[in-house]
């Protein structure tokens, strides 16, 4: 069974920095594009950035500049060093990731059951 896993949530104070980091688990043959979403209270979930397999990353506007995803395609793992953070950034963060376990066939987006981030003010 394939799990992704995040961590490394929290509280910060504007300015300051945190690194989310999502394990994906299981029997995996491959994966493909991995991101990170948000969902703030009473909000929906947005995309805030994606990375292809081959490191390719994008980003959503407001987090152009402070915010860097990454991957370890060795170890299954995406991140989100987050910088500079401000009050708007408090959502739940989810990671996403679009993969072929093994013994199946074609693509399927699995998620993870996300990580509190809190900027305080």
Do not use: H
Not at 19 to 42: H, N
Not at 84 to 111: F, H, M, Q
């Amino acid at each position: 069974q394939v799990q992704l896993v995040e961590s490394g949530g929290g509280l910060v104070q504007a300015g300051g920095s945190l690194r989310l980091s999502c394990a994906a688990s299981g029997s995996i043959l491959s994966i493909y594009s991995m991101r990170w979403y948000r969902q703030a209270p009473g909000k929906q979930r947005d995309l805030v950035a994606t990375i292809t397999s081959r490191g390719t990353a994008n980003y959503v506007d407001s987090v152009k500049g402070r915010f860097t995803i990454s991957r370890d395609n060795a170890k299954n793992m995406v991140f989100l060093q987050m910088n500079s953070l401000k009050p708007e950034d408090t959502a739940v963060y989810y990671c996403n990731a679009d993969l072929t376990p093994r013994l199946v066939i074609g693509v399927t987006t699995y998620w993870g059951q996300g990580t509190q981030v809190t900027v305080s003010s």
